[in-house]
Nanobody
Framework: QMQLVESGGGLVQDGGSLRLSCAAS????????MGWFRQAPGKEREFVAA????????YYGDSVKGRFTISRDNAKNTVYLQMNSLKFEDTAVYYC????????????????WGQGTQVTVSS
């Protein structure tokens, strides 16, 4: 089965940047839409970003538009999330996920999930 492992999380000051990585194994990720979701304490999991197989189309949640950028390197079987201008409200566990279907904003369409990486933004 396909497995996903996130990395790159950590503690950053308000206004800083982090780059998250999601490494896929077991299967190549190039045949999947790849997405990032996040979940903060006391809140539901929310959509952050997604990128289609061709990497020509991306999707973003309203709260991160203009600040986050999703990209993928199919040769490395890795997806990235560049996070700039981080805010306290971005503090959450960030999850990478893979979907064989074209429903990038819908969590139930993703069949494989990583275990998450913590991002903490301090003031």
């Amino acid at each position: 089965q396909m497995q996903l492992v996130e990395s790159g999380g950590g503690l950053v000051q308000d206004g800083g940047s982090l780059r998250l990585s999601c490494a896929a194994s077991g299967r190549t990720s190039r045949s999947y839409t790849m997405g990032w979701f996040r979940q903060a304490p006391g809140k539901e999991r929310e959509f952050v970003a997604a990128i289609v197989r061709s990497a020509s189309t991306t999707y973003y949640g309203d709260s991160v538009k203009g600040r986050f950028t999703i990209s993928r390197d199919n040769a490395k079987n890795t997806v990235y999330l560049q996070m700039n201008s981080l805010k306290f409200e971005d503090t959450a566990v960030y999850y990478c996920a893979a979907s064989p279907r074209y429903s990038p904003r819908v969590p139930t369409e993703y069949i494989t999930w990583g275990q998450g990486t913590q991002v903490t933004v301090s003031s």
